[in-house]
């Protein structure tokens, strides 16, 4: 089955900064890789998504990245403000599959 | 558009005791259902995902079970809580590529 592993499972940035979070999975069938925040108490909320036909997308502050051959996606969060700060959940699945498999998780701190 | 509601949002229970929690998501027809639990500060691990009434799929044996009555209800069960079935009680929906979470419900097993 896939397998997602996410990096760094902690990450502090000065406000303003940019912040990177890394992913990687296992399943070269993959086609689909949604980005969640949380913040505390919350439900993860989808905040950007890629599919496997596109390389970037952005929506203001944030983007994502995916490479293929690699297999790898990131979410890129420009301008940090204090209100980024909360869990980052990364995810991926293959075509006609009903289930996501999860990154373990970033834990995002902006400095003020 | 599409909501999702759970409740209730807190629940404290005696070890022992049953549960029942309940999901319904408003603004959309035949749309896939999962239960996911959370323990503090950890990842989100999937319990049950149901395609249709009626249909249910486990992914991790454990005291818990899942049931779909309607198209828009998600209802988890246990017939007697332990004090590891404690955690941060999440579902969600999906129609196509996207999922969606609830606000999720707050289970203490004392």
């Known amino acids: 089955g896939e397998n997602v592993e996410q990096h760094p499972s902690t990450l502090s940035v000065q406000e303003g900064d940019s912040a990177v979070i890394k992913c990687t999975y296992s399943?070269?069938?993959?086609?689909?890789f949604p980005w969640y925040k949380q913040e505390l108490g919350k439900g993860p909320q989808l905040i950007i998504d890629?599919?496997?036909?596109?390389g970037e997308k952005k929506d203001q502050r944030i983007a994502v990245t995916l490479n293929k051959t690699a297999k790898h996606f990131s979410l890129h969060i420009t301008e940090t403000q204090p209100e980024d700060s909360a869990v980052y959940f990364c995810?991926?699945?293959?075509?006609?599959?009903?289930?996501?498999?999860f990154g373990t998780g970033t834990r995002l701190t902006i400095i003020p | 558009s599409q909501t999702i509601h759970q409740w209730p949002a807190t629940l404290v229970q005696p070890v022992g005791s049953p549960l029942s929690l309940e999901c319904t998501v408003e603004?959309?027809?035949?749309?896939?259902l999962y239960w996911y639990r959370q323990a503090a500060g950890r990842g989100l691990q999937l319990l049950f995902y149901?395609?249709?009434?009626?249909?249910i799929s486990s992914e991790v044996p454990q005291n818990l079970s899942a049931s779909r009555p309607q198209d828009r209800q998600f209802i988890l069960s246990s017939k007697k809580l332990l004090l590891s079935d404690s955690g941060f009680y999440l579902c969600?929906?999906?129609?196509?590529?996207?999922?969606?979470f609830g606000p999720g419900t707050r289970l203490t097993v004392l």
């Open positions: 969600a929906w999906s129609v196509s590529d996207e999922q969606f």
């Open positions: 399943d070269s069938a993959s086609n689909y």
């Open positions: 890629i599919r496997s036909n596109v």
């Open positions: 995810a991926a699945r293959s075509f006609g599959n009903e289930k996501l498999t």
């Open positions: 603004g959309t027809s035949n749309p896939n």
């Open positions: 149901s395609v249709g009434i009626g249909q």
